[in-house]
C-alpha cells in the first residue's frame, strides 16, 4: 500500500479511529495489526521475513539480557546480526556476485553458480537495519532486551516508516510507546502540515520530474548535452523530493499518533560543504546509524589521521552497497557514487582547516552572501555529480553522461536559447524554484512557525494551494518512491 | 472547541466553493477540447435520429477520422455518428449505446467486432475507470446514474464512479490544454513499414492475459445484452470485422475459436458477421500494425461499406 494510493487514505483514517477508540495502554496492539496489515497487503510472503527479522530481534535481544559471559553476549550478538544483515546482503548481492565470478572465471572455466533468484523484499534494508541497531542497543546496554515483545515486533514493523524510513532508534522509538500514546492538537496540526508538503514533493515535484529524467537516462547515448543536463538537474530534486516526501508523510501520520519520529532530512541542498549534507541534513538517520555503529566503533577521528580517512572511506562505500537495489539495479555505480562521496569528504577533511583560517583572517569574506553562494552552489553540484552515478545504468554511462555535459558546457548556454523547452520543462522548472523557495524559508524560521504566527487568510491560502496543487498537478497514478526499492 | 468547529467548517465550505470554481473550469475546457470521446460526440450532437451508429474499438475509429464520417454522409446520404473508442469491449460499448439511446435514436447499428475485445476485463470493466476517457467525459446526472448502476451490477469499479462524480481525472488532467485527439488519427495519412517486432508487442498489448474461455462466454453475453437493446429499439444492425494487415491476422490468437463461437451466437439470433478482415492485405493501407489509413479507409468505403450504409433498411431489423 503506497501512501500514495486512494486506499491509503481509507486505510489511515480507520487506524486513526481504532487508536483512538482503544485504551490508552492496548494502543500500540492497533498499530501492530495495523503496520501488518499495511505491509502484508503488498506481499503477504513479505509477512515471513518481517516475522523472521521480528523473532531474531527480540529472542536475541531478550537472551541477551540475560546473558552473563562476555563470550555468549557476543556470539548472540553476532548471530542476531549475521541473521538480518547477512540475509540482507545475501538478497541483494549473492545473485549479483555469483553472475560477477561465473563472468570472472569464464576464460578459465566454466561455473554455473545457483541462484537464489529473490528479489530483497521491500522495505527490508530500512527495517533490517533498524533492527540491527536494537540489537548492537541491547548488547551494549543502552537498552533492555526485555523489552514488551510487542513494542518490539511494533519497533521493526511500524507501518509509516517500514518501507523508507526514517531508520528510527529503539532508544527513541520504545519510551514513547511506554508513555501515553496520545496526539495533541498541535501535534496533529504539525502532523498535517508535513504530510500535505510531503504528499506535493512527491506527488507534484518529484512525480511531474520523473518522465523527463527518465526519459533522458534512458537515451543518454543519444541526448543532446542540455537534455543531459536537464536530466541531472531534474534528478537531483525528483530523489530528494521524493525520499524527504516520503519522510514527511511519514513523520506526519506518526504525528497523528503521538509518536515522535527522527527528523531525515533538513533542506539539504542548502548545505555549504558536502560534510553538512552528509552528516547534518541528508537522510540523517541513516547518517547516524553509520556514525554510531560503523564509524565511531572503528575509531573515528581519533584513531589518527590515516584510520580516519580510511574509516571515512569504509562508511561511504558500505552506504553505497546499501543503497544499491532494485530501483537502479544491482551494479557497481554504486559502489563508485560511495567511494566518490568518500572522495568529497577526504578533500573537506584536508581542506577544512584552510577554510578554518580564513575565517579567522577575514570574516567578513568568509561570512559573505557570495561566498557562501558558492559554497552552496558548489556543493549542489557536487552532489548532482555523484548522483549520476547513482542514477545510470552502468559506469560508463554515467561517464558518458559527464563527459557529453562536461565537454559541451562551454557551448551550453547558446544552446539553451534554441532548445524547445516543452510545457513539462516549465512545470518543472517552477516547481523547483517553488521548492527552494520554501526551503529558504524554512532554513530561516520554520514554515510551521510561521504559519502558526500568520493571519488566517495567509494560512488557509497556503493550505488551499497546497490541496488544490495536489489535486490539479499531482501525479496520482505514478510512481512508487524511489527508496521503497532499496 | 466551538470556535475550532467554526472554523473547521469555514475552511471546508471555502474550499468546496474553490473545488466548484475549478470543477467548473475544468467541464469548460473539456468542452473546449473534447473530440474523439463518445460520450462527448453525443452531448455535443444534441438530440435528434441518425442513420447510422458506429460501435466498437479503435478499429473502427478511422472511419471518423478527419472528414471522413462528412465524406461518407455526402456519399450516402446517410447521418452517421461514430461512437467507437479505443481498447473498448462490448459493455464499454453497451454503456455508450445506452446513453445514446436516451435521447436520440436510430436506424441502424454498424459494430465492429474484435476479438481481443471479448477476452479481458482490461477492455471492459476497467475501462471505465480509463483517466483518458473519464477527463473528456461530460458531466451528466443521466451518464452518472447509469455509471452507478453499472458499478453495482457490472462489476465496472467503483472507483470510476467516484472519479466521473469528482471531476478528478479533468481536474488532474495533464493535457488540459490539449485537444482530446486520438494518437492514431493524427497519423492518418502516415503509411506502415511492416515490423514483426511491433506486431508482436501490439498482439501481446491487445492480449494481456492468456486467452480464458470463460471471459469469452462472459463477454459474448454482454454482446447479447447489446444486440437485444439493440433489437427493442427497432435498430437494424450490421456487424463487420475491419480489414487488417494479413501479417497482424496470423499473429491473432485463437481467431477461428472466437469466429465460431461469435457466429454461433449471432445464428442464434438471426444476424451475420460480415468478414472484411482479409480484404485490405497490402501495408499501404495501413497507418500502423492494424489500423486502415486514409488511402485504406477509402478504399474499404469505395469497396463495401458505401453500399452497405446506403442500403435500404430491412424491415425486420435485420440483414
Known sequence: MLFTSLEFFAFLPLVLLLFSTMRVSQRWAVLLVGSYVFYGIWNPFNLVYLGAVTLVVHGCGWALERAKYVIIRKALLAAGLVTVLGSLVAFKFYDFAAGEFERLVAPTIAVQLPRLAVSTPVGYSFYAVSASSYLIDVYVRRLSGASHPGHAALYVAYFPKIFAGPIERATHFLPQLLAALRADPDRIVLGLQLIGWGLFKKVVIADNLAPLVDRNFAIAAFASPIELLIGVYFFAFQIYCDFSGYTDIAIGISLLFGIQLMENFRRPYLSRATSEFWGERWHISLGRWFRDYLYIPSGGSHAGPARQYLNIMIVFVVSGLWHAGLGYGVGWTFLVWGALNGGYQWAGLATHQSWRRLGERLPGVAQSAVLVVFRVLLTFHLIAISWVFFRARSIDDALMILRKIGTNLLDIASVVVGYPFTADHFLGMALIVLLLVVEIFDERRSVSQRLATAPTMLRWGVYYLVIFGLLILGRWQAKEFIYMQF | ?319
Open chain 2, 1 to 319: 472547541m466551538k470556535r475550532l468547529g467554526k472554523s473547521a467548517i469555514v475552511f471546508v465550505a471555502i474550499g468546496l466553493l474553490i473545488f466548484g470554481g475549478a470543477y467548473y473550469a475544468a467541464e469548460l475546457l473539456m468542452y473546449r477540447n473534447g473530440h474523439s470521446n463518445p460520450l462527448f460526440k453525443i452531448t455535443k450532437a444534441g438530440p435528434g435520429a441518425f442513420d447510422w451508429i458506429i460501435l466498437g474499438a479503435s478499429h473502427a475509429m478511422p472511419l471518423d477520422f478527419a472528414d471522413f464520417n462528412d465524406q461518407m454522409r455526402r456519399e450516402t446520404g446517410m447521418k452517421i455518428i461514430n461512437l467507437a473508442s479505443p481498447g473498448t469491449g462490448p459493455l464499454y460499448n453497451r454503456f455508450v449505446l445506452e446513453i445514446f439511446l436516451r435521447d436520440h435514436s436510430a436506424k441502424n447499428l454498424l459494430y465492429v467486432v474484435d476479438s481481443f475485445a471479448f477476452y479481458s476485463h482490461i477492455w471492459n470493466e476497467e475501462r471505465f475507470g480509463d483517466t483518458k476517457l473519464l477527463r473528456a467525459t461530460p458531466f451528466d446526472v443521466g451518464i452518472a446514474g447509469l455509471l452507478w448502476q453499472y458499478s453495482w451490477h457490472e462489476g465496472v469499479e467503483r472507483r470510476a464512479l467516484a472519479d466521473y462524480l469528482s471531476g478528478f481525472s479533468k481536474l488532474n488532467n495533464r493535457d488540459r490544454f490539449q485537444k482530446d485527439i486520438w494518437e492514431g488519427e493524427l497519423q492518418f495519412d502516415r503509411v506502415y513499414r511492416p515490423s514483426a517486432s511491433a506486431v508482436k508487442s501490439r498482439i501481446s498489448y491487445l492480449f494481456p492475459s492468456p486467452e480464458a474461455p470463460a471471459a469469452l462466454t462472459r463477454y459474448l453475453a454482454e454482446f447479447s445484452k447489446l444486440l437485444d437493446l439493440a433489437q427493442k429499439q427497432n435498430i437494424r444492425v450490421v456487424l463487420v470485422k475491419m480489414p487488417t494487415p494479413a501479417q497482424f491476422r496470423a499473429q491473432l490468437p485463437n481467431e477461428a475459436d472466437f469466429s465460431f463461437a461469435m457466429s454461433r451466437l449471432l445464428a442464434g439470433q438471426g444476424f451475420v458477421l460480415e468478414d472484411f478482415s482479409a480484404d485490405l492485405d497490402e501495408p499501404r493501407f495501413y497507418f500502423d500494425t492494424d489500423h486502415l489509413n486514409r488511402t485504406g479507409v477509402t478504399e474499404f468505403f469505395t469497396r463495401h461499406l458505401r453500399q452497405l450504409l446506403a442500403s435500404p433498411r430491412n424491415r425486420e431489423g435485420r440483414i
